[in-house]
């Protein structure tokens, strides 16, 4: 039932942002979302959400875009500033009455492991410190960004590259926003983090299995290794590479109930995904 609170979304242009703002929309809430790319939020959702233009490296643009909210999603890309930037928009909501927070943080191996990692953590950290009602949301690897190029791949009908052995608990991005749009409507948050990951931990060789499956072709695995994704430089490059060695040792094969406790149903699989992308190559 739609309420009659004041959303704010940040990152509502990313890869979550684009799924979950959406869903919130067509549950008639009030949406608003704080971006750097006005044109870029008005061509997603036209005129059916409030843009607030700033960032969260500009202070000042943020009170304006928290007056009259009540509840934030908290996103942000890889950055040397998460953390200070983070925590800054965590205590300009405080201040402006904001009554609940649902931030989407690292993956749980990544703390310790990683600077994102930890810089995750202490946005965390603050946030139990700050006396918001809050609940952090740790994701496994995204599935639709892990397995975006092996999909590719298999539509092109080349091997997979295996960029490691181990096997990876993917959750589906739409698992991630119906998680963390329960966590905003709920009328009160889940005991947290939620660590969410699909059903299935699975390898690279599983996943050419599946493909093979799906297409009736047989989909093998190449000895090339894979690179980092395109676009991926800098900073964020290294914090990826950081991630690929704890995963290379099996740190993201773990699986918890968390969907299908918090959500009712089972979480999205890996092959389900497969079978969307195959099935329109």
Known sequence: MPSSDLFLITGATGKLGRVLT?????GGHRV?????RPEAARELFGDKV?????????PASLPAALNGVSRVLLLSPISERLAED???????????GVARIVKISGSDWTVGTSFSGDAHKRVEDHLAQSGLDYVAVRPNAWLQVSLAAVAAQIKRGEAIAARHGAKVGYVDVRDIADVAISQLLAPK???????????????????????TRITGKPVGVSSAVAGLPSGIEGF????VKQ?????AQGGAAGLTDTVERVLARKPRSVEAYLAEELGAA
């Open 32 to 36: 608003r979302v704080l971006t750097r």
């Open 22 to 26: 959406p869903k919130l929309i067509d």
């Open 86 to 96: 983070q925590i800054a928009l965590v205590d300009v909501a405080k201040a402006a």
């Open 236 to 239: 964020e490059a290294e914090v």
């Open 189 to 211: 948050v889940a005991a947290g983090p939620l660590v969410i990951t699909g059903p299935d931990s699975l390898s690279i060789p599983d996943i050419a299995g599946l493909a």
């Open 243 to 247: 991630f690929f060695v704890v995963i």
């Open 50 to 58: 409030e843009i607030s233009e700033g960032d969260f490296s500009v």
